[in-house]
């Protein structure tokens, strides 16, 4: 069982910047892919960034290209925290942010074992 816990959520506004963090417990996330989607009111759930716990392998959706940055802290090959550097934050990045854990490099949100409970992130114009 993994444990998945977002934080680092707020209001900003336009411009500003947020770094949001995934912290695990309950297994080392080196074997997997951690990612992070957000859901909008009325739409469906988006992949936005992943990151592979071992091989910092990543890969970012094309509207956040250049302005996010996901990275891990990975000491002795423990993987407990993940985090989600926000920059150049525009309204359309307003969502809950969740975080999520999986064994496979998988890009469905249904596929994706493992969930935190989100933080709410909202930019104001």
């Known amino acids: 069982q993994v444990d998945l816990a977002e934080s680092g959520g707020g209001l900003v506004q336009a411009g500003d910047s947020l770094r949001l963090t995934c912290a695990a417990s309950?297994?080392?996330?080196?074997?997997?892919?951690i990612a992070w989607f957000r859901q909008a009111p009325g739409l469906e759930r988006e992949l936005v960034a992943r990151?592979?716990?071992?091989?910092?392998?990543?890969?970012?959706?094309d509207s956040v290209k250049g302005r996010f940055t996901i990275s891990r802290d990975n000491a002795n090959n423990t993987v407990n925290t993940v985090y989600l550097q926000m920059n150049s934050l525009k309204p359309e990045d307003t969502a809950v942010y969740f975080c999520?854990?999986?064994?496979?490099?998988?890009?469905?949100?249904?596929?994706?074992?493992?969930w935190g409970q989100g933080t709410q992130v909202t930019v104001s114009p």
């Open positions: 999520a854990a999986d064994l496979a490099w998988v890009t469905n949100a249904r596929s994706y074992d493992y």
């Open positions: 309950g297994r080392n996330l080196y074997l997997y892919t």
């Open positions: 990151i592979h716990g071992g091989a910092g392998t990543t890969s970012y959706t």
